[in-house]
């Protein structure tokens, strides 16, 4: 074997893994939420600059993407010969080293042709060179998407703790009467609700271009009217009502965790330890009770700031007690659907006297061990299934077809 089919060889190998990797990332990053988000939203500014190019960027890459695979297909071709000429040799090279594929080709209008000059002047590259053109377009989609995505992750949750706040606020000012402190309150939140709006409106449609220190500047203005408007009094009631909303979410906490734990039990050594959720971290709880304290004590003015961290601290811990327990959960119920489906495609071999097929037999029972041992691999199990269900399909249509 020469030393410039031996590269070729080596080179064609990097390729189908390249092309292989290139299909899951691309696939991952269609179905990415936030990717599907800017391609619904309407953008303005920034992002809507930044998008069309990222637009641009994912369809150079799904092009190069099939292009690449024309050429591992052609090159495949060349190379499964039993016997390679000359002819294909240098064509097999060609294909995987040499400036194969066509990017475009542009007609050349007359008057700016020689005589001996083509009507089509076309622009090509060698596999290596558009993978890594493709390497430079991911980097420039996948930019955008994540940048837009940790501008909304940042800025949504902010501006809608700020909201909650206003409302909060102005709840409490309309019931603090007429007057001067009220009416002050009442422009201020007014003020504050106009920032807030324009940021939102901002957030949603560019969030590359949002500035999120309006937020900073909206809470100092609901920050000012609560302090016109709140006298020890309604500070006292407000906070016990946020106190008693603290121990409901405190009960939830309980109730959460026992969930979670459960299900991490359910699971445990049935699948790989990697898969498995354990929830980790401090107990918000004991920060509660420490709150309540306070409480007793009449402390009203040290309680806010920390039942605000608390709340933010407990909702979080819930959101994880309560994904975790879902996703151990999903474990289980991925592989009871796997082995119905399992089931169900072994009935209806048997149903069509496949019973004992040869080729089917063994298939039938990879999937099966894949489902019955501990600890469990989904995605091998999942694997074996389909290929058993693929392979049945054939063999059907196979006999249907004679």
């Given at each position: 074997m020469?030393?410039?089919l031996?590269?070729a ?6 390729l189908?893994?390249?092309?292989a990797?290139v299909s899951?990332?691309?696939v991952?990053?269609?179905?990415n939420?936030d990717?599907?988000e ?5 953008l ?7 998008w069309a190019?990222a637009s641009e960027?994912?369809t150079r890459?799904?092009?190069g993407?099939?292009l ?6 052609r090159a495949?071709?060349l ?9 294909d040799r240098?064509a097999?090279t060609?294909?995987v080293?040499?400036p194969s594929i066509?990017?475009s080709?542009?007609?050349?209008p ?9 009507g ?7 596999p290596?060179?558009l993978?890594?053109?493709m390497?430079a ?20 949750p902010?501006a809608a703790e700020?909201?909650?706040s206003?409302?909060?606020?102005r709840?409490?000012t ?6 001067g402190?009220?009416a002050e309150?009442?422009r201020l939140?007014g003020?504050?609700d106009r920032?807030l709006?324009d940021l ?5 449609a560019?969030p ?10 909206a809470r100092a203005l609901?920050a000012?009217?609560d302090?016109e408007?709140?006298s020890?009094a ?9 106190l008693?909303?603290?121990r409901t979410?405190?009960a939830?906490?309980?109730t ?8 991490r ?10 898969q498995?959720?354990t ?5 918000p ?6 709150i309540?304290a ?14 605000s961290?608390w709340?933010?601290?407990?909702r979080?811990r819930?959101a994880?007690?309560?994904a975790a ?11 009871n659907e ?8 072994r009935a209806?071999a ?10 089917l ?10 489902l019955?041992q ?7 199990a999942r694997?074996?299934?389909?290929a058993?269900q693929d392979a ?7 006999r249907e077809?004679r």
């Amino acid at each position: 074997m020469t030393a410039t089919l031996l590269a070729a060889d080596t080179e064609l190998a990097r390729l189908e893994k390249a092309v292989a990797a290139v299909s899951a990332n691309l696939v991952e990053l269609d179905q990415n939420p936030d990717r599907q988000e800017l391609g619904q939203a309407r953008l303005s500014g920034r992002t809507a600059a930044a998008w069309a190019e990222a637009s641009e960027a994912l369809t150079r890459l799904w092009q190069g993407h099939r292009l690449l695979g024309d050429v591992i297909a052609r090159a495949r071709a060349l190379r499964g010969q039993r016997r390679m000429s000359d002819t294909d040799r240098a064509a097999y090279t060609h294909e995987v080293l040499g400036p194969s594929i066509t990017l475009s080709t542009a007609t050349v209008p007359l008057a700016q042709r020689g005589l001996l000059g083509s009507g089509q002047v076309s622009t090509t590259c060698t596999p290596a060179e558009l993978l890594a053109a493709m390497e430079a377009s991911f980097n420039t989609a996948v930019a955008v998407v994540t940048g837009a995505a940790e501008a909304w992750r940042r800025g949504m949750p902010a501006a809608a703790e700020v909201a909650d706040s206003l409302l909060r606020v102005r709840d409490l000012t309309r019931h603090a009467g007429a007057g001067g402190l009220a009416a002050e309150a009442d422009r201020l939140l007014g003020e504050a609700d106009r920032l807030l709006g324009d940021l939102t409106g901002t957030l949603a449609a560019d969030p590359l271009g949002a500035d999120l220190s309006g937020l900073d500047r909206a809470r100092a203005l609901i920050a000012r009217a609560d302090a016109e408007r709140t006298s020890a009094a309604e500070l006292q009631a407000s906070l016990a009502s946020r106190l008693r909303a603290a121990r409901t979410v405190a009960a939830e906490l309980d109730t959460a965790q026992r969930a979670a734990d459960a299900s991490r039990d359910a699971v445990a050594g049935r699948f790989p330890d990697h898969q498995i959720i354990t929830v980790r971290g401090s107990d918000p709880r004991p920060e509660l009770a420490a709150i309540d304290a306070l409480a007793a004590a009449g402390h009203w003015a040290l309680i806010s700031p920390r039942l605000s961290a608390w709340n933010r601290q407990a909702r979080e811990r819930l959101a994880t007690l309560r994904a975790a327990q879902s996703r151990n959960a999903g474990l289980l119920a991925e592989r009871n659907e796997l082995r119905g489906r399992l089931d169900a495609f072994r009935a209806k071999a048997l149903s069509r006297g496949l019973g004992e097929d040869p080729r089917l037999g063994p298939l039938a029972e990879t999937a099966r061990d894949a489902l019955f041992q501990a600890p469990c691999d989904l995605a091998a199990a999942r694997a074996a299934v389909d290929a058993y269900q693929d392979a049945l399909s054939a063999t059907i249509a196979a006999r249907e077809a004679r």
